[in-house]
């Protein structure tokens, strides 16, 4: 599964999947689901879980200003606040945009 286009289009990310689908990702969703170690912490050899503690995200933060293509296998979204530390696996991105509201 991969993405064949990647469009922002007000406050969604609109994905097609290679499978003819198409996903509408809330670009707040996509920021909450920053994969990076600096929002969802570390985990050492022995698995435990080593957390910063929580910013507070403003309005900039889930501003996109642009999405660059990260070899064939994922997406690094650049953020309002300058946050680009994000790598999107496409498996990731298409399980963050299953995610239901409540999820």
Same mark, same amino acid.
């Given at each position: 599964m991969r993405p064949v286009d990647i469009q922002p289009i007000? =406050? =969604?990310?609109?994905?097609?999947?290679d499978?003819?689908?198409e996903s509408f990702?809330? @670009?707040e969703r996509l920021r909450r689901c *920053?994969?990076?170690?600096? *929002?969802?912490? =570390?985990?050492?050899?022995m698995g435990n879980l080593y957390k910063g503690t929580e910013k507070k995200l403003g309005?900039?933060?889930?501003? @996109? @200003?642009?999405?660059?293509?990260v070899g064939s296998y994922a997406i690094q979204p650049i953020w309002g606040d300058q &946050?680009?530390?994000?790598?999107?696996?496409? =498996?990731?991105?298409? &399980?963050?945009?299953d995610l239901t509201p409540e999820s």
């Open positions: 007000g =406050e =969604e990310l609109a994905v097609k999947w499978d003819g689908s990702v809330p @670009l *920053c994969p990076c170690a600096g *929002c969802k912490g =570390e985990v050492d050899i309005p900039t933060a889930f501003k @996109l @200003l642009r999405v660059v293509n &946050h680009a530390t994000g790598l999107y696996s496409f =498996e990731y991105l298409r &399980h963050v945009a």
